[in-house]
């Protein structure tokens, strides 16, 4: 596998030929934020705020770090205005839906965002798809995923799967940056898989 170089906020980069250029950055000790992102998961794209400026042959574009490929020669930003400028907005949205999460809190410290910009709809889920990509590619249980579309699509516990296989594993639980998948188990569970007490007693 050939060896790539590349320039990463004025540093000097060497990269294997089908990494990312998160993966760069990390292997150079260069931090690029992530929401989405898990080291044991496929790359997905999805919460888009590792994007990232990236410069060919004079010409500038945003890229989405965790699965643009790394190029020979290319010179990449990981902190701009026009970076920082969208990852806030991005916090800003995210913050609508989950405006308790310590990890958003954080972020908007960091990024000057604005925790009442954007009019709330507190689903408190901020779809990064960890618990539905961890429980299917690692866990391989696929106990949880995505129903509906767009603006209306949410986590679900798949009842039949969830009550055989959750609780003794729950290993998704502490990737959610919102405490979300804890709460919708816990309501899940009381709905779906009633306790032994709340059977009803057999007749005589």
């Keep these: 596998m050939s060896e790539i170089q590349l320039q990463i906020d004025g540093k000097e980069v060497k990269a294997k030929e089908g990494m990312t250029l998160l993966e760069a950055a990390q292997n150079a000790g260069i931090f690029i934020p992530t929401l989405c992102h898990h080291e044991k998961l496929e790359p997905f794209g999805g919460c888009r705020f590792c994007i990232v400026e990236v ?62 910009r954007f009019e709330k709809d507190a689903s ?6 960890l618990c539905v990509r961890y ?36 290993e998704c639980f502490p990737l959610c940056p919102t405490s979300y998948l804890q709460a919708a188990f816990v309501l899940v569970e009381a709905l779906a898989f009633p306790s032994p007490s709340s059977k009803p007693e057999p007749e005589e």
């Design 55 to 116: 410069e060919v042959n004079g010409w500038t574009k945003l890229v989405v770090s965790c699965v643009y490929p790394v190029e020979e020669n290319i010179i990449v930003r990981t902190r701009s205005e026009k970076v920082d400028r969208i990852r806030k907005t991005i916090i800003e949205l995210l913050m609508a839906h989950a405006p308790d999460s310590p990890q958003l809190q954080d972020l908007a410290q960091e990024y000057g965002a604005v925790r009442d």
């Design 135 to 170: 429980c299917a590619e690692v866990a391989k249980k696929n106990a949880i995923g995505f129903v509906g579309r767009g603006i209306n699509k949410e986590i679900s516990f798949i009842p039949e799967i969830a009550a055989k296989e959750c609780n003794n594993c729950k």
């Design 124 to 129: 408190f889920c901020i779809h990064c798809g």
